[in-house]
């Protein structure tokens, strides 16, 4: 099963990801780059993306946060809340946002994604789903902790204390998080 796992897809590089979003933009395509923009800064799924609209911003402890939707993958991915960072919002007008409507779970997107990465030589190991695991990666290369940023992906904790025993890290925790990860990034972009 571990090799099963081992042979999913791969992250991209930063900088492969900065590629993709100059191509989309030279496409005209701004619907794409703008779910780039999110999903690089929030490691969102497309899905996700999809459906974010200004009702996804919300205040928790003097952090502005984007709530994910509430039936997302799985229980644990579904209300989550992720902290905004200032490149996030030097590039989208999060607030103009509308959930979309004829693609709720953007599947047109995805497939515009999957002929951009394609023409621009990237196999079938990489998809949109690698920008997450790009995320994942920044997260892991900052020093964040595993637990923090499971909670910001929506990934479920396996151990009894973190997973079954506790409420969670909290908002201030993945503010930090993400702070920590924007810096990586944006050293690597």
Not at 78 to 104: M, T, Y
């Amino acid at each position: 099963a571990s090799d099963v796992y081992k042979r999913q897809y791969l992250p991209f590089v930063p900088y492969e990801i900065t590629e993709l979003r100059s191509s989309a933009n030279a496409r005209g395509d701004a619907e794409l780059v703008k779910y780039i923009d999110i999903a690089t800064w929030t490691g969102m799924r497309i899905s996700e993306v999809a459906q974010i609209s200004k009702y996804s911003i919300v205040n928790v402890d003097n952090v502005q946060c984007l709530r994910v939707r509430s039936d997302a993958k799985n229980a644990t991915s579904s209300n989550r809340l992720v902290p905004l960072v200032k490149p996030l919002l030097s590039l989208v007008d999060i607030a103009s946002l509308e959930p979309a409507v004829k693609d709720p779970n953007g599947v047109n997107v995805g497939l515009r994604f999957t002929r951009l990465k394609q023409a621009m030589g990237h196999g079938s190991s990489k998809v949109f789903h690698s920008i997450r695991k790009t995320v994942a990666t920044a997260f892991e290369h900052s020093g964040v902790s595993e637990g923090v940023a499971a909670d910001i992906l929506g990934h479920k904790k396996k151990t009894m204390t973190y997973g079954v025993y506790s409420g969670g890290t909290s908002v201030a925790q993945r503010q930090l998080a993400m702070e920590a990860m924007e810096q990586r990034l944006l050293l690597e972009l």
